[in-house]
Antibody
């Protein structure tokens, strides 16, 4: 069965970086893309960006350009999202989600990773 | 960027009654070359990731009960729950995925409760 398993919760100080992983199983990793979506406490869903697991192409949300990097390791079927220069308003649950090729509707989601940014 | 606006923000419906959630996009998400609307609906319960209900505006995801249906085209869309069940209490989001290079955006969410 398809699974996306994310790394555990993180607590970071303002200005630091965080790298969240998303390990995929149960499907051909390179046939799909991975998007990252975050949700601040009590708020809605915010798309952060997309990476093709096939060729590594990326597209990031404009507001995060320069602070976010998404990568994949096809040998381990794992996607990564690194966010730098963390601020308090980056506190959120971060989800990875699978979409077919370049279609960004998401049929499987990771369980979420809480990132808390606090001094 | 395409902005998605849902209405209402919250909704209370009696068990067994119909629930209707609306979603409007700031520009058309209908791709003329394939006549598909790039619009999806999700359900999110507390402490859980979102669950895909509907894609291509009206295609039900496998395993989703048939009381959930999606309709609309262009800029105006509707999610209908024909007979509300207790387990349908959740926040519902619409999402457009009409963009190249790939990007998407979500509505602000509609909280559905039991009256």
């Amino acid at each position: 069965q398809v699974q996306l398993v994310q790394s555990g919760a993180e607590v970071k100080k303002p200005g630091a970086s965080v790298k969240v992983s998303c390990k995929a199983s149960g499907y051909t990793f390179t046939s799909y893309g991975i998007s990252w979506v975050r949700q601040a406490p009590g708020q809605g869903l915010e798309w952060m960006g997309w990476i093709s697991a096939y060729n590594g192409n990326t597209n990031y949300a404009q507001k995060l350009q320069g602070r976010v990097t998404m990568t994949t390791d096809t040998s381990t079927s794992t996607a990564y999202m690194e966010l730098r220069s963390l601020r308090s308003d980056d506190t959120a649950v971060y989800y990875c989600a699978r979409g077919q090729w370049e279609l960004l509707y998401f049929d499987y989601w990771g369980q979420g990773t809480l990132v808390t940014v606090s001094s | 960027d395409i902005v998605m606006t849902q209405s209402p923000d919250s909704l209370a419906v009696s068990l067994g009654e119909r629930a209707t959630i609306n979603c409007k996009s700031s520009q058309s998400v209908l791709y003329s070359s394939n006549n598909k609307n790039y619009l999806a609906w999700y359900q999110q319960k507390p402490g859980q990731p979102p669950k895909l209900l509907i894609y291509w505006a009206s295609t039900r995801e496998s395993g989703v009960p048939d009381r959930f249906s999606g309709s609309g085209s262009g800029t105006d869309f509707t999610l209908t729950i024909s007979s509300l069940q207790a387990e349908d209490v959740a926040v519902y989001y619409c999402q457009q995925y009409y963009s190249t290079p790939p990007k998407c955006s979500f509505g602000q969410g509609t909280k559905l409760e039991i009256k």
